[in-house]
């Protein structure tokens, strides 16, 4: 089993007091053994996700910075980051997975959903939010990520009541479930089996929201 590994760490931290292109470029082939590792690992966490999930594909995040439109002008990101996009038009939502010094974590959801899927999901949660409410109130929902994450607007959407009962959940602009991990526990052996388990307990709020953005208010489905 592939571990992540302490060198990894190691040249993640050296490259933030040296975020520059010609430490870089002195350092490649260690930035290139540690990527493989990495690369390796993400690799193990497709493979368990064929066994409860169907993806499509694993995308790993390159290293180099657009700096084009930022005021930070670093050259290099400080971490190593995959996405694991779900098959089919009938499973929305996706995998994320970021290692980094003191920040890294899994998350999953719906980050900037577009305007008509943000409508769709408001109109579902206005006219029944019980059953979503029972999705990140499952126990093993709590237990891995705590609460529905994301920004929210300060009153209601137009055209919504702002009185409204759920209307905590109506004012959501992303619905993102988060896990942090402290570096010994990136680090530890069973490193690998707590992702795969956080992402089975995401499975059931990425399906239920498949759902809603792949059916009309009726129920019916609206995938051609």
Known sequence: MTLISNSSFKFLRELKENNNREWFAAHKSEFLAEKQKVETFFQEILENFKKHDSIESLKMFRIY???????NKEPYKTHFSGHFVRASKSRRGGYYLQ????NSFL??????PN???????????EMDAVEIRKVIDEPNFKKYFG?????SLKTAPRGFDKAHSDIDLIRMKQFIAVRNFSDAEVL????????DNSFKALRPFLNYMSDVLTTDLNGVSIIE
């Open 115 to 125: 305007k008509e899927d943000l409508f769709r999901i408001r109109k579902e949660f």
């Open 147 to 151: 609460n529905l994450k994301g920004d």
């Open 65 to 71: 910075r657009d700096v084009r439109f930022s005021k």
């Open 99 to 102: 290692i980094s010094p003191n």
């Open 107 to 112: 998350a999953g959801g719906f980050w900037e």
């Open 188 to 195: 530890s052996p069973n490193f690998l089996d707590e992702v």
